[in-house]
């Protein structure tokens, strides 16, 4: 069905909740209000904006953009939105989630409620491992987020919403504009990451040109079995049989191609990745293919019992990655804080890195991490000065007595046999 009206779910309660749900610690946008100067007078300000929605005239302010590094070099744009605008995208995403969750295929897990990307780990296990799958199709789209055209876009969302001034209030989001050092810069293409309401919309558009297409279309052309997994715009398609998979590989580009999208040749393969064929591989001595999947290698190994099984690792860019931040953060603020604050910082950055990598088969590049981890402390804690801090003994001793995290229980990715 299409959804004739939306704009009456722009109440001033239902903005005063996004208001509340925002979180007051995260970047200001290019007007500089924060959490709490909207808040002080908090209710003319949302019934003024709430005038503004509803006579149309309300306008998007440009994002700031903010440029992130990358593993290959390259700066990924990250757009920071005002406060006002984020209470607007909170509360249109609300109304986007609630039209397209419902109808998402189920091996869709990016930003969606309830689902994370071990969910999606342990899902790609379950298809390797249960499913007759020989081929793997690893695909990536190359600067998704930056080229998605808003005409296309707003022509997938009018598929299932026929209000055309809650579509007009999405395309002034999307056309709202960059603040660039030369001014503001206005583009036809992309929706900025870092916008509360980009991650639906991506997952909606690239459910009605990957996902629904996939099910619909190569699933019935398809001699054997076929099955499709994708975290935003990271995508795997496995298959059993190899001609089935070269077929999808040929006609994906055009279909990407139809809706304004292209692949990343350099990180788009197509691998032979099945049980039988590692176990023959290994057998003979041999080293079985590999990919990276969410900051994952995976690769065939064997259990404690000799059965071949997949298995994964800490990917070599996301480690190099997450070392380099740990080393550039401690280099900025190892003068910055006082050595107990610093320590428990240290600690939560290592918790935060155990509890996305701290999965099944993964504990030698844990163990890798948390070493590495305390040399980096120790080098720049004994540069805070031309005096040395600490000895290895001394520092041995601190880091026992005040000891730096470790990887707890494993979260397990295996399927239930």
């Not at 003024?48 to 992130?68: A, G, K, T």
């Not at 089935?244 to 279909?255: E, G, I, S, T, W």
């Not at 304004?260 to 990745?273: Q, Y």
Request: aromatic fraction near 10%.
């Amino acid at each position: 069905m299409r959804y004739t009206s939306l704009m009456h779910h722009f109440t001033v309660d239902n903005l005063r909740a996004c208001f509340d749900s925002l979180d007051a610690k995260k970047a200001i946008g290019v007007d500089g209000v924060t959490k709490m100067m909207y808040g002080h007078n908090l209710e003319a300000n949302l019934q003024d904006l709430h005038r503004r929605l509803r006579q149309m005239s309300y306008r998007p302010q440009p994002v700031r953009r903010v440029e992130i590094p990358k593993d290959d070099g390259s700066t990924r744009p990250l757009g920071i939105s005002c406060l006002e605008d984020k209470i607007v995208q909170e509360m249109a995403r609300r109304i986007l989630e609630a039209i397209y969750e419902p109808v998402f295929i189920d091996t869709s897990y990016g930003f969606r409620p309830r689902r994370s990307c071990h969910d999606a780990l342990r899902q790609l296990n379950h298809e390797v491992m249960s499913e007759p799958v020989n081929w793997i199709a690893d695909m990536d789209m190359a600067k998704f987020f930056d080229t998605m055209p808003h005409v296309e876009i707003l022509a997938v969302l009018s598929e299932r919403i026929a209000d055309q001034k809650f579509l007009r209030l999405i395309a002034r989001m999307l056309k709202a504009g960059v603040q660039a050092p030369g001014g503001i810069v206005y583009d036809e293409l992309g929706s900025p990451q870092g916008s509360i309401v980009s991650p639906v919309i991506a997952n909606a558009f690239l459910d009605h040109v990957l996902d629904q297409w996939f099910v619909t279309v190569v699933r019935e052309h398809c001699r054997g079995y076929c099955a499709l997994l994708r975290y935003a715009d990271d995508a795997v398609a496995g298959f059993e049989r190899q001609d089935d998979a070269h077929r999808f590989m040929r006609v994906l580009p055009k279909r990407l191609g139809k809706f304004g999208l292209r692949l990343n040749e350099d990180k788009t393969h197509l691998i032979a990745f099945g049980k039988r064929q590692a176990w023959r591989m290994l057998e003979a001595g041999e080293r079985p293919a590999t990919f990276d999947y969410l900051g994952f290698t995976h690769y065939w190994g064997r259990s404690r019992t000799g059965k071949v099984r997949l298995k994964r690792k800490t990917s070599k860019k996301r480690l190099r990655r997450a070392l380099a931040e740990i080393n550039h953060w401690l280099r900025r603020e190892r003068n910055a804080r006082k050595l107990p604050d610093l320590w428990r910082a240290i600690g939560r950055k290592m918790r935060g890195h155990f509890n996305y990598f701290g999965v099944t088969d993964n504990s030698r590049c844990l163990d890798q991490f948390g070493l590495e981890v305390q040399r980096l402390v120790f080098k720049w804690l004994n540069r805070r000065s031309q005096r040395r801090s600490f000895t290895w003994v001394s520092f041995s001793r601190y880091a026992a007595r005040y000891p730096l995290p470790r990887p707890k229980r494993l979260v397990s990715l295996n399927p239930v046999w």
